[in-house]
């Protein structure tokens, strides 16, 4: 099987969108669950549904791929599943290391999901001493003074980065000057990284700052809404800043204590 280091995705070299490109994922995701139940062929609307996408944009990215489907018949799904499998690289071995082994990189490193996906951990690497020769998962974990070592004698190209904020700039620095040409970032910070490394930030408390919003929207658009035949009328919209004309604290720019509007968290 080849490794990742020596044979590169093509998506880029044939000119697929990246935002088809994110959507792979997907379409492989609700494909590997059809072929699991032995199902031989699926509709793109059943499919599009399945991967919570538009059925024309589905036929769309499948056009990029050379794939148009049959018509009356559909997608033939295992045929799919390899196709979509080749074109993200994944009929390939994909050598990780995972810098950073704390709650978070543990459970990464326990996460079956890398393995059947072609992605092989080569090592764990942690800056604490004390972790030195701990197995995680059945791998020990070694120092992060082997870190260009390992790399090169895994032929690494792909880095998981999971360590506190204050060290992630740093790690990262080492794993590109070692030959790291992909990073997946669980720090909750930006790298900086130069042209040709490929970096992926995943921030959990982002995502839940976004869902924070739109659960603060759904709650205002109920409070808003009147009862079903009661003939209210709206009140005049008000600033969320600034209480009403004649109340308590009106003049202040913000409302009084039994009054604050909530604010958005940033991002």
């Not at 062929?41 to 050379?66: I, Q």
């Not at 794993?175 to 909750?188: H, K, R």
């Not at 959990?204 to 009328?233: D, M, W, Y």
């Not at 709206?234 to 969320?240: K, Y």
């Amino acid at each position: 099987m080849a490794t990742g280091r020596t044979h590169r995705p093509a998506t880029r070299s044939r000119g697929i969108p990246e935002a088809t490109v994110a959507r792979l994922p997907l379409y492989l995701r609700a494909l590997t669950a059809l072929s699991e139940r032995s199902v031989p062929t699926v509709s793109s609307e059943e499919l599009a549904t399945a991967a919570g996408v538009n059925s024309a944009k589905l036929r769309k990215d499948f056009s990029y791929l050379g794939s148009y489907g049959t018509r009356g018949v559909g997608y033939d799904v295992e045929y799919l599943v390899y196709q979509i499998s080749r074109e993200l690289g994944l009929t390939q071995d994909w050598p990780v290391v995972i810098v950073g082994i704390g709650n978070l990189g543990a459970a990464l490193a326990n996460y079956g999901g890398f393995a059947s996906r072609g992605f092989r951990v080569a090592a764990l690497i942690d800056a604490d001493p004390a972790m030195a020769g701990k197995p995680v998962a059945g791998i020990p974990v070694q120092h992060t003074d082997e870190l260009e070592k390992i790399i090169t004698d895994n032929g690494v190209s792909i880095g998981v980065i999971a360590t506190p904020a204050g060290a992630a700039q740093q790690v990262c620095d080492r794993l590109v000057a070692a030959g790291i040409t992909s990073i997946l970032n669980f720090a909750p910070t930006v790298l900086s990284v130069p042209d040709g490394v490929d970096v992926r930030k995943v921030d959990l408390s982002i995502e839940l700052q976004i869902l924070a919003f739109h659960e603060q929207r759904k709650a205002g658009e109920e409070v808003a809404a009147p009862e079903e035949g009661a003939g209210a009328v709206s009140p005049p919209p008000v600033s969320p800043h600034r209480a009403p004309p004649g109340a308590p604290g009106a003049d202040s720019g913000r409302q009084g204590p039994d009054g604050d509007v909530p604010a958005v968290m940033p991002a």
